[in-house]
């Protein structure tokens, strides 16, 4: 291949270039990927879905997550994929995915060598056969530490009581808070085996749980207890 040669004159003195290597990278943070189908909010009737969405141009690949029931609260990541251009040129902008009856959220970015967009995300559900779990999971019952106690120690079991419904695999959110009108989140965490373990500093704190599934219900939120931790 021919290289155009450029010619620099810097203070006097000559220096020989190719074009190639002053070539930038384009910026591509400021676009954003559009989501073709599923589109949000859709429902579909087949267990075989196809994520499809729109070039962006001067991107060299791209990033596919698909998460249940959503990214905010997800139960589990189902796909986390990168496509990037092969040798010819060619970038797709479809791939498909086989998923069971529940909700889901899936998400999008572009990038090249130097920069990327954000993510692009969009929710559907997927009813392909009469399966669909629609029951959302008990309400969790708190149990200790006990509502009002009052300790010294600094690391605090969280636990709670909650039968578990028939149908897809459920799991618990624990919310610890600073002030009674759960407005300041101190920290949130997943229990394991109903209790959840976790260091706090001396203060008072409010904690609640609630239940999700892997289909994309959830349980309404247990009582609120209080504790305080002690010099």
């Not at 610890?176 to 008072?204: H, Q, Y």
């Not at 994309?216 to 247990?222: C, D, I, L, R």
């Given at each position: ?57 001067e991107a060299r690949g791209y990033a596919v997550q698909v ?165």
């Amino acid at each position: 291949m021919n290289k155009r040669i450029i010619l620099i004159l810097l203070s006097g003195s000559v220096g020989l270039y190719a074009c190639e290597d002053i070539l930038e990278v384009p910026d591509i943070s400021m676009q954003t990927v559009n989501l073709l189908a599923p589109a949000n909010g859709t429902v579909l009737t087949n267990n075989t879905v196809n994520l499809n969405w729109e070039d962006v141009e001067e991107a060299r690949g791209y990033a596919v997550q698909v998460a249940t029931p959503n990214f905010q609260n997800a139960a589990q990541i189902l796909m986390d994929s990168v496509i990037e251009m092969d040798t010819l040129g060619h970038l797709p902008t479809q791939l498909q995915q086989k998923l069971i009856n529940g909700n889901y959220e899936w998400r999008v970015k572009a990038f090249n060598s130097g920069f990327e967009t954000i993510y692009t995300s969009s929710t559907f559900q997927v009813n392909g056969d009469e399966n669909l779990d629609l029951t959302p999971p008990n309400i969790p019952q708190l149990v200790s530490p006990e509502n009002g106690s009052e300790t010294s120690n600094t690391e605090i079991e969280f636990i709670w009581n909650r039968e578990d419904v028939p149908g897809t695999a459920e799991r618990d959110s624990i919310f610890i808070w600073t002030d009674e009108a759960l407005g300041e989140l101190e920290t949130k965490g997943l229990g394991a085996n109903k209790t959840f373990s976790v260091t706090l500093p001396t203060g008072t704190y409010y904690w609640t749980v609630r239940a999700y599934d892997a289909a994309g219900n959830e349980s309404g939120p247990s009582s609120t207890f209080n504790l305080t931790i002690v010099n």
